[in-house]
């Protein structure tokens, strides 16, 4: 047992310089945002703009396109993430620098590179032509474009997540006569269910604030494409500065209120979004 | 640890205003005596001017830019094109533009009206509209009232952009021409199915075949190589006027007013009727 005080960080020029250094990026991080719902909620614009058509029908679109995008997400990315956590084989690595690569493709890029797989004149534009499919121009579309930036992030996570999940549970499990989906949802699941929620929130909150491959990819129409990021940049080229702000304002609220409930109903554990990969 | 956090952002927020209320007299000091200094050596000094201008504008201004550098040795051009709404806007928000060059005049009186121009709106093209349609055209558009029949897919542009204003009135002008329905223009809206950032958005879109047709700029269809056109009957066209306006908070006010004149004189209006583009009306 140490029988002096122990000398206690915290103290002299380094720490101030630390903490210095914290608070100023911390108020870039969070100063504009603050500023922008400020500004919304004082002049009033963000509860006239609550009252207009545009952006109510953009805000439901935008809630419902990114729910069925989580969906498709979880639903595809969950067996992505499994495969990729689970087995290794050769190109294994090749396929995650693939299945990364929405994270860091400029979503217009994204979009393009949609367009020409699955526009009209796309690489499969023949076949879905002929299946009488067409999917730019529509909100199939939104919902692609969306799925496919922000699903790598619920990828990563997942993988990241399961891959940390120990053998050895499982194992037990297995001996105990547990079936492979017995054992991915008693154990694997709510063992990686920190990295798992913190993906899924990413995800979503990616596929919200989704504009670039939106717009190349699905075009730009009220009630069926328009999305809350259209509305606030079609706003803000066309002169109505106070309808692009509130706009923003209530993507900032719809964001911030999903990120507090997610908090709040944290499925019996604390969220923790460092625990993403 | 915490409360050191919180002490330290409240004393740079503090910090930060008292910073941003002492910023504004500053750059004004400076500046005068930089002009002094331009207007002393004119020949010795280089200007770099940033002209704001509308997409259509775009192949135009390029070669317009190659002209005007060569003719005036020490001047660049900075291009930047979207679409004049947009341009007005940011503008408006202090974007730093020398030169705004728009579609029409209403973007120009817009900046005049808020006293953000110096001198008045000067008129330096014309346009006129006309029909583009893939190159393969899949839906076989063959005269400006196929663009109502069901299921044709129109791109247009946003409801502020100039060339929806131009459109949205040739289409009320075709719609009372003889052989076009009654209701051409409710049945033309309802086959828009994406309203895009500017013209050139537009094109880009019938140019990888995504859009059935389009309605854009003669000078437009002129430029790209990968669309046919479908001819609008003269009497229903609708000519655009393009205005050009110096920037008030502009720091180089007589090197772009003299582009201005330029672009409005011989040299300028011989290269801007190269690319298809009229006489201002």
Not at chain 1, 43 to 63: M, P
Not at chain 1, 114 to 120: E, K, T, Y
Not at chain 1, 133 to 140: W, Y
Not at chain 2, 230 to 250: E, L, M, R
């Amino acid at each position: 047992m140490a029988a002096g005080r122990v000398p206690r960080a915290g103290h002299g020029w380094g720490s101030w310089s630390l903490v210095g250094v914290a608070g100023l990026f911390g108020l870039f991080l969070g100063l504009p945002v603050v500023v922008l719902v400020g500004r919304a909620v004082v002049d009033g614009s963000l509860a006239r703009a609550l009252g207009t058509q545009v952006v109510l029908s953009a805000l439901a679109l935008s809630l419902t396109t990114t729910a069925v995008s989580l969906v498709l997400t979880v639903a595809f990315g969950l067996p992505l993430a499994l495969v990729l956590a689970r087995r290794t084989f050769r190109g294994s690595s090749w396929v995650e620098a693939i299945v990364d690569l929405p994270i860091v493709l400029p979503p217009s890029v994204a979009g393009l590179a949609l367009l020409l797989l699955l526009g009209r004149r796309g690489l499969l534009g023949g076949p879905l032509d002929a299946l009488g499919i067409e999917i730019p121009f529509t909100t199939l579309a939104v919902i692609l474009a969306q799925t496919f930036v922000a699903a790598p992030y619920f990828v990563r996570s997942a993988r990241t997540g399961i891959a940390g999940v120990d053998r050895d549970f499982e194992d037990a499990a297995r001996v105990d006569g547990a079936s492979e989906l017995q054992l991915f949802r008693s154990i694997t699941v709510p063992l990686a269910g920190t990295a798992l929620s913190a993906g899924l929130v990413m995800s979503w909150a990616r596929a919200l604030g989704e504009f670039g491959a939106t717009i190349m990819f699905a075009g730009n129409l009220a009630g069926q494409t328009q999305t809350l990021p259209l509305v606030v940049y079609g706003e803000f080229q066309g002169g109505d500065l106070d309808g692009s702000i509130a706009a923003a304002a209530i993507l900032v609220l719809a964001a911030l209120g999903v990120l507090v409930a997610v908090r709040v109903l944290h499925w019996g554990r604390v969220l923790d979004l460092r625990s993403l990969g | 640890m915490r409360s050191r956090l919180v002490t330290s952002i409240a004393a740079l927020a503090v910090v930060l205003a008292a910073c941003s209320s002492g910023a504004t007299p500053a750059p004004s000091a400076p500046a005068p005596s930089a002009a002094a200094s331009v207007a002393a050596s004119p020949a010795a000094a280089s200007v770099n001017l940033t002209i704001y201008a509308a997409a259509s504008l775009k192949a135009a201004l390029a070669k317009a830019t190659t002209a005007y550098e060569a003719a005036n040795p020490g001047t660049t051009l900075a291009i930047s094109t979207d679409s004049s709404a947009a341009l007005e806007t940011k503008i408006e928000q202090g974007a730093p533009a020398d030169v705004l060059l728009s579609a029409d005049t209403a973007n120009p009186q817009k900046l005049v009206d808020k006293g953000l121009a110096a001198g008045s709106i000067t008129k330096f093209a014309g346009n006129l509209l006309t029909v583009i349609v893939p190159m393969a055209n899949p839906a076989g558009i063959q005269t400006p009232a196929d663009l109502a029949k069901p299921g044709i897919k129109v791109i247009a542009a946003g409801d502020t952009v100039p060339i929806t204003k131009y459109a949205t009135q040739l289409v009320a002008n075709l719609a009372k021409q003889p052989g076009y329905p009654a209701d051409f223009a409710a049945r033309y809206t309802a086959n828009v199915v994406s309203k895009e950032e500017n013209v050139a958005a537009v094109v880009a879109k019938i140019e990888l075949g995504e859009g059935d047709a389009g309605i854009v700029y003669v000078t437009d269809a002129k430029t790209s190589t990968k669309v046919a056109t479908v001819a609008v009957p003269d009497a229903a066209n609708v000519p655009a006027t393009y205005g050009g306006v110096v920037v008030k908070a502009s720091p180089n006010l007589a090197a772009a007013q003299a582009f201005l004149a330029w672009l409005a004189g011989p040299d300028g209006q011989a290269i801007l009727a190269s690319f298809g583009f009229l006489p201002p009306s």
